[in-house]
């Protein structure tokens, strides 16, 4: 039967072999996480993800939510659950001192997500949302709004919500119509309704405080008249307690695919009282910090996903007997052998390992820049980190889940008929893992913000930055013959990654059309360029070790499975490249009703 | 809201203008189906499957089935729904004459099949699997069950089932242990269990005709051991009635991902009384009978369902507006444009298209090898059709169900938010489409026949014939400046899948575990080689038509379609022949626990 187990050993590989970040020990909230204090935490955290949550994540996926009276109740155990994670600290570990939080590193509390998602992804998204909204109200609320809202908010006593999304406009925001009219004591009547709101109402949390996009009466049409308003489920008293109930309601849960335990909300406002964060009518740019805590939280839930259904299918790999090896039995004693000496299923087990590695290895370095944008002590490093954290974002967040959803799918299909069946899990981890390509931004949307924006900001800085630091990592590398496979796939993926962008430049600008219909393509050699340098970091780590002496397994290990991503992911870097080149003329060439 | 309509337009363009069937029309059974019959059967099966059968596919979905004592209940709708479509005659299109069937062609029943499965596919596994199991008597079954059973199955009174399955056995059959002990009265008596039988147990039918694998007490060990049993639910009374209830019964119904109409069930046997069907201990030759015929409607239901998702997501995209085209603005008076103006948008929709368009000819075109296997007047071409059978059939399964789940899960990515919750539909068609890679033998064992079988028989004369055909093709019309784009992509795609062919001959000898690695990949290759061979003949008849001056728009955007299919598709031939020719080294180093 299907069990999950946080892989720490591996996490602990990324942290402390490849990124080494006990070297940032002298800066401001790195210096109070020593290793082993980071090993405490991981290791605390899984055995609550897997005791608690993980138990309840099928509980959660066959419950589902129910909503009655307005009122919407969670599966069973949720609600307990929540308790344990807000009592234990969980949900304030990389939160600023100041307002109740541990201020430990963001990477530490990316790597505590992961385990978090992946071993109840529903669940994980009540306190996630909440996170993502806390973090908006932090960069745009006012003192006042983060006094009251941030320390209940960290430490998980109230949650939160961000709401966009109306029935006739999602991606494209400027067409809302939730309209917010200015009250004579400040406040505003929020009245509009919104959709696809997750964690939208629940009795989780003492109070819901929900992120609004709104439209000022008078405001200007299209984006430019925006504005972002907090509407709390409760208005708070004088003294900061829940008060009276405002006028908003759940007014149905989606019927969805997946991610059941989690509710998914119509939320309807009828001149319920709001109050404007930051300035009138720049509400998005306020937002769209908490978009990006999102997209990185989305694409981390890709790997979440992901490792799941690899632990899943390499248990049934080596426990299910069937048929015999090629090259003669594997387990002569037995009927058969296990299913695990088929390359075909090793094929499939290899490209679930590179992709869960490589995620791991590059959200947790993506991370690590969140972490140095604020805290580096030097000019350069911050804006480096600040840059990358804008360029390589749409990739995290595409490319992972893209990727991450083929990863759950090829584990099903190792399960044979057992993987259709609810029975063994995985069925649930790919229904789950399918909204990841979706919410916070389609995948296209992520590759229209990457080269449509990204590519170009600050005149080509980020990107230039980035092709340098591989271009050095080359050179550092490349006489070193242990080395020399990962770094010539390095290299060969970086060049093509740099003749994508120079035709992007070129005819990008020459026809928009071009630029939308290379980008998927191009987000794509991104991504695999990205783990390319991911696999060749991590090679040069595990063969430094080996070359040490060090016998740990993970190492010897790491090595081969470099080697296979080399050998079965880089072929499809040409095949990128060819289609970013073919242009959009074909397929804009047929009429709508030629179709 | 989503629905469905026959494609008929685009089938009428295969049957007639690219594979124009009417050549054959001396032939026995091709005789039968004039033009105008043909049209007339696909009008009115489209019509039934668009009004009877695309209504109930949702309900199917949320009701599903329900066993109490017994008993097997079918969704609302499926019993008056089988009613109509027997007493219509839809079961026996194509069924011999002899045994009550319309006799007519193969592909005729193909191409209403695949209106079948695209409008509610768990309705019609029921008759799916009847019709397989015909097969398997007419091939294997002596002439007295075959006048009891046959004219019943195919008028559809009767049903059928295939048994092979065991918890402990499913692609390894050699290890089943269903017994089946002599009577007297040359009967047998059948004990054991088998699991994942689709349409194991239900109403629907007056009876239920189980054709079961299992070992005559003393049998060799392993697959040389199993013999094929009739094993009805009620024993035939002497004049051919449903009597006696069997000691067989529906143990439990499977709780699945999807395709929740179907009942897929438990079986258990207990002392049933069955007959054997064939000779003792050659069971499995027969059942391959059926197999084969399952895997092929396996492929087809790969292009059903995409056909439907294509459907949903070209409305969906003409339909919903949101943004505004990179060029400009294209509905102006609007307040955004239809999605479909997108570039990204547009690469999904056409890969959507160069995919069921793609899927349609090759599932037809084989099917017209069916036709020809049997009914074609010289040995030449029934020897051709047959070794085409035999080496197209799991790369028709595992190709079109592999490429065709990426296209429905490209047409929910289209619907954005809306795909993944249930009132858009696509997600059902997403979960069911996702048992096709799995049933009827994974797609990986579809991609070890090929190599492991396929390849090598008749000292590779299949292959040999069929690469023939395609240098015939290429050399007839690499004069037409019309075709160059086509005819250069097939010869490219063609030129690899021989390196690949060659390289597998070498080194798959050498060591067979090279074989097992390359199979997916090789499987893969030869896919898109087919499909290369299907749009460069779409092309060319397309092509004549505009040159005569027709018009209908058709012609004109499969030009276009081929053409995507060239610029968007064929570079992956690259990545294929590369990981083919890795070998097996890498993927077998890693000892199961260092995984």
């Given at each position: ?188 009547k929020i009245t509009g309704q919104k959709i696809w709101i997750s964690a939208g109402e629940h009795e989780l949390s003492g109070n819901i405080v929900h992120l609004v996009l709104a439209r000022i009466e008078g405001a200007p049409e299209g984006v430019k008249g925006i504005s972002l308003f907090v509407v709390p489920k409760y208005l708070p008293t004088e003294a900061g307690e829940p008060g009276e109930r405002n006028t908003l309601q759940c007014g149905g849960l989606e019927e969805k695919m997946g991610i059941h335990g989690n509710a998914t909300c119509v939320m309807n406002y009828d001149d ?324």
């Amino acid at each position: 039967m299907p069990s999950y187990s946080a892989p720490l050993r591996d996490q602990r590989f990324v942290l402390n072999d490849v990124l080494n970040v006990q070297q940032y020990g002298n800066l401001p909230s790195f210096a109070d996480a020593p290793a082993d204090i980071v090993d405490a935490v991981l290791e605390e955290g899984g055995k609550f993800c897997e005791n608690v949550l993980y138990p309840l994540n099928k509980v959660g996926d066959r419950e589902g939510c129910t909503l009655k009276d307005g009122v919407v109740t969670t599966p069973t155990g949720f609600d307990d659950a929540y308790t344990q994670m807000t009592e234990a600290g969980w949900t304030a570990l990389s939160a600023p001192t100041e307002y109740g939080g541990q201020g430990l590193p963001h990477y530490l509390n990316l790597a505590f997500s992961e385990i978090l998602s992946a071993s109840n992804m529903a669940f994980g998204m009540y306190p996630g949302l909440t996170g993502g909204a806390a973090q908006a109200l932090l960069v745009g609320g006012s003192d006042e709004q983060k006094d009251l809202y941030l320390p209940k908010m960290f430490s998980g006593e109230w949650s939160g919500t961000m709401n966009l999304t109306e029935p006739h406009c999602g991606t494209d925001l400027g067409m809302l119509r939730t309209k917010a009219v200015p009250q004579a004591d400040g406040s505003y009547k929020i009245t509009g309704q919104k959709i696809w709101i997750s964690a939208g109402e629940h009795e989780l949390s003492g109070n819901i405080v929900h992120l609004v996009l709104a439209r000022i009466e008078g405001a200007p049409e299209g984006v430019k008249g925006i504005s972002l308003f907090v509407v709390p489920k409760y208005l708070p008293t004088e003294a900061g307690e829940p008060g009276e109930r405002n006028t908003l309601q759940c007014g149905g849960l989606e019927e969805k695919m997946g991610i059941h335990g989690n509710a998914t909300c119509v939320m309807n406002y009828d001149d319920a009282t709001g109050w404007l964060v930051g300035e009138e009518n720049k509400g998005l740019k306020i937002m769209f910090v908490m978009m990006n805590e999102a997209r990185l939280g989305v694409g981390l839930q890709g790997l979440s996903l992901a490792e799941t259904a690899y632990q899943y299918s390499l248990a049934f790999a080596k426990d299910r007997i069937q048929g015999r090896s090629l090259t003669g039995p594997k387990n002569p004693d037995g009927p058969a052998d296990p299913i695990i000496v088929h390359p075909d299923v090793r094929r499939m087990l290899m490209n679930q390992k590179v992709f869960v590695e490589g995620a791991r290895a590059f959200t947790y370095w993506t991370g690590l820049q969140a972490d140095l944008e604020h805290k580096a002590a030097d000019d350069a490093t911050r804006e480096k980190a600040g840059d990358y954290m804008a360029l390589l974002t749409p990739i995290v967040k595409a490319y992972l889940t893209d990727k991450g959803y083929e990863s759950v799918s090829t584990g099903l299909q190792i399960h044979g008929g057992s993987g259709f069946t609810q029975e063994w899990g995985v069925e649930q981890t790919l229904r789950d893992a399918r909204i990841t390509l979706i919410y916070e931004g389609t995948n296209g949307i992520q590759a229209l913000d990457l080269v449509g924006r990204k590519l170009a900001m600050a005149g080509m800085r980020p990107i230039n930055t980035f092709m340098a630091e591989l271009d050095e990592f080359i050179a550092e590398n490349e006489g070193n013959a242990d080395l020399k496979l990962y770094v010539d796939g390095l290299r060969d993926a970086k060049a093509k990654l740099q003749q994508g962008t120079n035709w992007l430049v070129e005819k990008g600008l020459e026809n928009f059309d071009n630029a939308g219909a290379a980008s998927t393509d191009y987000l794509h050699l991104f991504g695999l360029t990205c783990f390319a340098y991911m696999w060749a970091m991590m090679a040069k780590s595990a063969a430094a070790k080996v070359a040490e002496g060090d016998t740990d397994p993970i190492y010897a290990s790491k090595l081969v499975t470099a080697k296979f991503f080399v050998e079965w992911w880089l072929p499809d870097a040409d095949a990128h490249l060819a289609r970013i080149q073919n242009g959009a003329e074909t397929m804009m060439t047929l009429h709508a009703e030629a179709f």
